[in-house]
């Protein structure tokens, strides 16, 4: 008995030792030269950009470009193209996001500020949620006055005739041109170098990130905040990819040094919904806040612009919302229409805005610029008494360009489709351009086409009836994997849904005569998923990407917007040179 426990007992240890071994070399293999070890979060590391990739093994260049009805982006465009005269007139404040003027970088950086992992809080649906939407069953982590525009046959004729370069032609080194200011034209590409920063923080500035130039009769002040200053407002509707912020914000960050920043814009409050909140800005309170998100079937109260509110039960309450860096001169919150009055008291401005105030939406204009505010508010109101608040967009009260992103986790078509408030809220932000970012959440589950396309379509009609001045933009998820069970085990497999979707939104734009960014073949197509995680670009779940991913992704859809907009502005300049 003794020599056969002495036995078993060895056995064990031998087989623990093989364990232990096993597992090292697991690791260790996976950490081989030129394989990533996984989505850092304190510094980015070196990534080939998608232009210095060849054959599309990363990505499709030639397919990350806006398709469908571009032309319906040229009203858009051209008020982009008023700003850029602005600022070029006048020069933009700050750190240029690549030094030099705006490039067409061939790399993403290493070493730049920190970044936060992007977590995804997982989504727990009732039965009824199932029932209604069995894809919730399993979410993953989750122009000048009488001038007529140029038309896509308009251009192709310039090119063909000769007096439009084709938009693939790249100018040679020394046909680059520096401005008065210093600066290579923006307009022309140049070549950038390893050491610069992709995502830098602002140079900070009392009146804002990007002021207003000094009067010129009075050239030692600054203009005032000017509400009927030149803006133009980007709005993207997304879901887990949007709300981690890295995405949203690299097209931000790209597109506001471009065209002048007017503020940080619209703002979820998500810490005091208890989920992952993008980098840049807090929203805080010593108060306890309940959260209502769009993705639940019956929401404890009403969801407002941003798919989400936050209400609570507390006779007084306090909210401070900061902004580091990056200053503000009026906050618009987006509210019930029984929700009592915040008050900036610390930084009160003695004229308000009533007049562009609305049941749901207030102004509340600040003595000071600041990049930080306490606003507080009462509910002991016989009327103004339900402190349900759904956003807060900040504003520097310069021209320039807002890009609102509204983000939550798990968001569906089908979500925003039986909820229209949110798009009728968010309308009265007037947006020139609504991006339409959604259908991972709704490739899960019994996919039904002709049902997502009802969807999706409901939503674009939802859009065209209350903000009707908008154009839409559609755009596709990227390929995607899903968990399934195999043998008793649950494994992560390919999604065939994800292409289904693709499909169904492009059909849908065609039908609808809307542009549309397909990232789905711009980020390559079948296989992406694959390369983008063998990369360190995307996560483990094959659903979402790192940081690094989804500043690529940002990248990508700021420089097919850019291409279009580029291609329309040189047709314009050569169709109407007067203009």
């Not at 394989?35 to 304190?42: K, L, Q, R, S």
């Not at 859809?557 to 300049?573: E, G, N, P, T, V």
């Amino acid at each position: 008995m003794e020599k056969l426990l002495h036995s078993l007992f060895h056995s064990l240890f031998w087989m623990f030792a093989l364990l232990l071994v096993y597992l090292a070399v697991r690791v260790s293999a996976r950490n081989v030269p030129g394989e990533p070890i996984g989505p850092g979060a304190d510094t980015l590391r070196f990534v080939p950009y998608f232009g210095a990739m060849t054959g599309g093994e990363l990505v499709d260049t030639a397919a990350n470009a806006l398709g469908g009805e571009v032309e319906a982006l040229y009203g858009v465009f051209d008020r982009l193209r008023k700003l850029e005269a602005w600022y070029d007139r006048w020069g933009r404040s700050g750190q240029a996001p690549f030094p030099g003027g705006e490039p067409l970088p061939d790399s993403l950086w290493r070493n730049t500020e920190a970044f936060g992992d992007v977590a995804s809080e997982a989504e727990n649906p009732s039965a009824a949620e199932v029932q209604e939407n069995p894809s919730a069953a399993i979410q993953e982590e989750s122009a000048d006055e009488g001038a007529t525009e140029p038309s896509i046959a308009d251009v192709q004729t310039a090119e063909q005739t000769g007096q439009l370069a084709p938009r693939d032609e790249k100018p040679s080194s020394s046909s680059q041109t520096v401005s008065q200011r210093g600066s290579v034209r923006s307009d022309l590409p140049r070549t950038t170098t390893s050491s610069e920063s992709l995502h830098p923080v602002p140079v900070a500035a009392d009146p804002g990130i990007y002021p207003r130039p000094r009067n010129e009769e009075e050239p030692g002040t600054l203009y005032p905040f000017d509400p009927l200053r030149e803006v133009v407002q980007i709005l993207q509707l997304g879901d887990s990819h949007v709300q981690g912020g890295f995405y949203p914000n690299q097209v931000r960050v790209r597109l506001q040094y471009r065209f002048g920043n007017a503020g940080r814009g619209l703002l979820t409050p998500y810490r005091l919904m208890k989920t992952n909140q993008p980098q840049g800005y807090e929203i805080s309170s010593p108060n306890l806040w309940e959260g209502s998100r769009c993705t639940e079937l019956h929401p404890q109260q009403e969801v407002g612009a941003t798919g989400a509110a936050i209400s609570t039960a507390d006779p007084t309450f306090e909210l401070t919302i900061a902004t580091p860096g990056d200053t503000f001169q009026r906050i618009t919150v987006f509210h019930h229409m029984q929700a009592p009055l915040l008050s900036a008291v610390e930084n009160a401005c003695e004229i308000g805005c009533p007049w562009e105030d609305t049941p749901t939406l207030t102004h509340i204009p600040l003595r000071d610029p600041t990049d930080r505010v306490v606003l507080r508010g009462d509910t002991r109101d016989s009327i103004y008494n339900v402190p349900v608040f759904s956003g807060f967009m900040l504003e520097n009260g310069h021209p320039g360009l807002f890009y609102h992103s509204i983000g939550i986790n798990g968001n569906t078509f089908t979500a925003v489709a039986r909820q229209p408030q949110i798009i009728r809220e968010f309308a009265q932000l007037q947006p020139d351009l609504i991006i339409l970012s959604l259908g991972t959440n709704d490739s899960y589950g019994r996919f039904d086409a002709e049902l997502f396309a009802q969807r999706l379509n409901q939503v674009i009609a939802y859009c065209r009836q209350y903000a009707p001045q908008s154009a839409l933009l559609l755009t596709t998820p990227m390929e995607c994997y899903a968990r399934v069970r195999s043998r008793g085990r649950i494994v992560r497999r390919l999604n065939p849904n994800a292409v289904r979707v693709r499909n169904v939104i492009l059909e849908v734009a065609r039908q609808q005569a809307l542009p549309y960014w397909d990232f789905y073949a711009a980020a390559g197509g079948e296989g992406a998923m694959e390369r983008w995680y063998k990369r360190g670009l995307a996560r483990t779940d094959r659903v979402h990407l790192t940081p690094e991913g989804y500043l690529l992704q940002g990248e990508m859809l700021y420089q097919a917007l850019m291409q279009a907009y580029d291609r329309y502005k040189r047709a314009k300049q050569i169709l109407f040179p007067a203009s």
